[in-house]
């Protein structure tokens, strides 16, 4: 056999283009099967129709269409009212892989490699032989540019086919139909099931979704304030690895290392900066671009020595307790459940990435009550919805025993089985993902303990709703009796001996024994704008946050023998402003108002009161309340307060 010289080798190698590689696997960013396609080309197309509307500050209105053709081929259809794509723009975002604006910006974002929406139209030109059609409009009075776009995969560059002007009656915004080999009739439930999780974890944004029997779904706007945009960020000393320090060490602009350090990453101050060209042992005027690899290792090894403060976490846009609650209540009426409440971590960090878990949960009503809960899991505002198995937000749910809190887990470990809702969000500047294709959240320590704290937070709070409505429902019961019969044996007793009817005031504190504390929750509309000034002095207007009034009264009632003195905390929601309160209060935070509740004789009442304003009906629809300086055994309808 000759052999095969080095020389003839060479002539072999050549540069394989990333439109290329993607075309032979297709699987990796999930298009491996065609049920899988259909639901990832409409997550693409609906992710990158989010994205272009916040960041042009529009609240986002998206149709989606699917549209059967023949031998499994569908056509999508996916229209938004955002700011348009510029003409020379639209084939280098819809016909080139890897071509984006998010890829270097270390923030939040729901993509960044430039993917998406091209790897769509890529499988739907390499699975149908057709080519996507683009219509884009950017001013109201400007006619919209539609392109018809083939991708080259040789050179992974767009091939514009066809390109004219056309009337299109949006103001602004983007349109594009690509067909696409995609199973409807097993997908269907996917679709439905990604653009109602999606509307979920997006309130701001109304989606209507066509199937292609003309069956119209509306997923409704319930909030008409866009997200907080996420600010940009410089990279964190912990998160990065020695052969980037030492790529932007040679692309810097400082001259000396300590301004090297102070320009180039985040949360590097004087102190902080000193402290760690010391334990390298280098000197603070030194060049980094002459630097040698030693040199890198010891200042890399130094930043792990040092304790240097967590990012900003200006780069996260969380959803919010109220906006979390308010999408899950809206999404699940037809279930009518019993309590939803939900959960934020504070912000934290992994490897110098910011990270922050928001939880909810929904419990009771018409939810099944032997099967297992259902896992609603999302990453940066996006569905979650395969490799569910191998994601840490199951790894953590499954870790907790939930027995504690009611629900059925034989082993103490698994998903429990109950009437439940579980919902977990995780934004992050890099969320760690098992795939190219996003599907599930890799295992990560500090992520999977925030998810867990998260979780407990939320199931101490409905193991609470549920120990108070039951030792409510008992003592009210006892109490009802009460005071049915005794004032019937007064008045027989007081005929029968001639004497006056007694006061049965003290008979009763002594049978009951407890300090009752009942509450109850109304709204008012605001019908024109109101000026309300809070406790701290800010003045809002109560039409703007939201056009409702909060109400809530909590009669607490001494049914000890004993005058009672306590304090009361009642919690408030995040997004609430504080407006009148009865009596006056010893403390007002964001999270909570307290009051300490002077000597209540026995038999004796109070009454408290107060407003809130910035919410939406049924946003704060039951107080949770908590007593403080009194033993909680004594007490009905608050919970011990455990601290700040």
């Known amino acids: 056999m000759a052999t095969v010289t080095a020389l003839e080798l060479a002539k072999k190698q050549k540069e394989i283009s990333v439109a290329e590689f993607f075309e032979r696997n297709k699987h990796i960013l999930g298009f491996g099967n065609q049920t899988r396609a259909l639901v990832t080309s409409v997550k693409e197309g609906v992710d990158n129709s989010l994205d272009a509307c916040e960041e042009a500050n529009i609240l986002p209105d998206i149709y989606v269409e699917i549209q059967n053709g023949e031998d499994s081929e569908c056509k999508l259809i996916i229209e938004d009212n955002g700011p348009g794509v510029v003409k020379k723009q639209i084939p280098h975002i819809f016909g080139r892989l890897l071509y984006g604006s998010r890829f270097h910006a270390i923030r939040?974002?729901?993509?960044?490699?430039?993917?998406?929406?091209?790897?769509?139209?890529?499988?739907?030109?390499?699975?149908?032989?057709?080519?996507?059609?683009?219509?884009?409009?950017?001013?109201?009075?400007?006619?919209?540019?539609?392109?018809?776009?083939?991708?080259?995969?040789?050179?992974?560059?767009?091939?514009?086919?066809?390109?004219?002007?056309?009337?299109?009656?949006?103001?602004?915004?983007?349109?594009?139909?690509?067909?696409?080999?995609?199973?409807?009739?097993?997908?269907?439930?996917?679709?439905?099931?990604?653009?109602?999780?999606?509307?979920?974890?997006?309130?701001?944004?109304?989606?209507?979704?066509?199937?292609?029997?003309?069956?119209?779904?509306?997923?409704?706007?319930?909030?008409?304030?866009?997200?907080?945009?996420?600010?940009?960020?410089?990279?964190?000393?912990?998160?990065?690895?020695?052969?980037?320090?030492?790529?932007?060490?040679?692309?810097?602009?400082?001259?000396?290392?300590?301004?090297?350090?102070?320009?180039?990453?985040?949360?590097?101050?004087?102190?902080?900066?000193?402290?760690?060209?010391?334990?390298?042992?280098?000197?603070?005027?030194?060049?980094?671009?002459?630097?040698?690899?030693?040199?890198?290792?010891?200042?890399?090894?130094?930043?792990?020595?040092?304790?240097?403060?967590?990012?900003?976490?200006?780069?996260?846009?969380?959803?919010?307790?109220?906006?979390?609650?308010?999408?899950?209540?809206?999404?699940?009426?037809?279930?009518?459940?019993?309590?939803?409440?939900?959960?934020?971590?504070?912000?934290?960090?992994?490897?110098?990435?910011?990270?922050?878990?928001?939880?909810?949960?929904?419990?009771?009503?018409?939810?099944?009550?032997?099967?297992p809960v259902k896992l609603l899991r999302f990453a940066n505002r996006v569905p979650l919805l395969y490799q569910q198995g191998g994601c840490v937000i199951t790894s953590a749910i499954s870790s907790i025993d939930w027995r504690r809190y009611g629900l059925n887990q034989p082993s103490g470990k698994g998903i429990p089985t109950g009437p439940a809702i579980f919902l977990a969000h995780v934004s992050s500047t890099l969320i760690p993902f098992t795939s190219e294709s996003k599907e599930a959240i890799a295992d990560v320590p500090e992520i999977e303990n925030e998810i867990k704290l998260a979780f407990r937070e939320c199931a101490r709070k409905v193991q609470q709703h549920i120990h108070k409505k039951v030792r409510r429902a008992k003592t009210r019961e006892k109490f009802d009796l009460i005071t049915r019969i005794l004032p019937e044996i007064a008045k027989k007793s007081a005929h029968m001996l001639n004497k006056p009817v007694p006061v049965l005031d003290p008979i009763i504190t002594k049978i009951m024994d407890v300090v009752w504390i009942e509450d109850a929750v109304e709204y008012e509309e605001v019908p024109r704008p109101m000026v309300q000034t809070t406790l701290t002095g800010e003045t809002e207007s109560m039409e703007k946050k939201g056009g409702t009034i909060t109400k809530s009264r909590i009669l607490v009632v001494n049914y000890k023998q004993t005058p009672q003195k306590f304090n009361l905390y009642a919690l408030i929601p995040e997004d609430a402003i504080v407006g009148t309160v009865t009596p006056k209060p010893s403390k007002v935070t964001d999270r909570f108002i307290k009051w300490n509740l002077d000597t209540i004789p026995s038999a004796s009442k109070v009454d408290v009161y107060f407003e809130l304003a910035g919410l939406e009906k049924g946003d704060f629809d039951e107080n949770e309340l908590y007593v403080e300086n009194i033993n909680p055994a004594y007490v009905i309808g608050a919970d011990k307060w455990e601290g700040d």
Request: proline letters at 6%; a positive charge; glycine letters at 6%.
């Open 108 to 371: 939040q974002s729901r993509g960044q490699q430039g993917i998406g929406i091209s790897a769509v139209v890529l499988y739907g030109q390499l699975t149908t032989g057709k080519h996507a059609r683009i219509i884009s409009k950017i001013k109201p009075d400007r006619p919209a540019i539609m392109n018809e776009i083939a991708i080259d995969t040789n050179k992974n560059r767009a091939e514009v086919l066809n390109e004219d002007t056309i009337h299109w009656d949006k103001p602004t915004g983007t349109r594009i139909e690509v067909s696409i080999l995609g199973d409807f009739k097993r997908g269907k439930r996917f679709v439905y099931d990604y653009l109602q999780s999606t509307s979920i974890v997006n309130p701001h944004a109304q989606i209507i979704y066509r199937e292609p029997d003309g069956t119209e779904h509306v997923f409704e706007r319930i909030c008409e304030t866009l997200p907080r945009k996420p600010s940009e960020i410089k990279p964190h000393p912990y998160g990065v690895e020695l052969g980037t320090l030492i790529k932007m060490a040679k692309h810097t602009k400082a001259r000396q290392l300590n301004s090297f350090l102070k320009t180039e990453f985040s949360s590097m101050g004087d102190r902080t900066t000193n402290a760690v060209i010391e334990k390298a042992g280098l000197e603070k005027n030194l060049n980094p671009k002459t630097m040698t690899r030693d040199q890198f290792l010891a200042l890399h090894k130094a930043f792990k020595k040092v304790k240097i403060m967590a990012p900003s976490t200006d780069c996260l846009s969380p959803i919010g307790e109220t906006l979390i609650k308010r999408s899950l209540k809206h999404e699940t009426q037809e279930i009518s459940p019993e309590f939803i409440v939900t959960a934020s971590r504070p912000a934290s960090v992994y490897s110098g990435n910011p990270f922050q878990v928001e939880v909810g949960l929904v419990y009771g009503g018409k939810l099944p009550k032997d099967e």
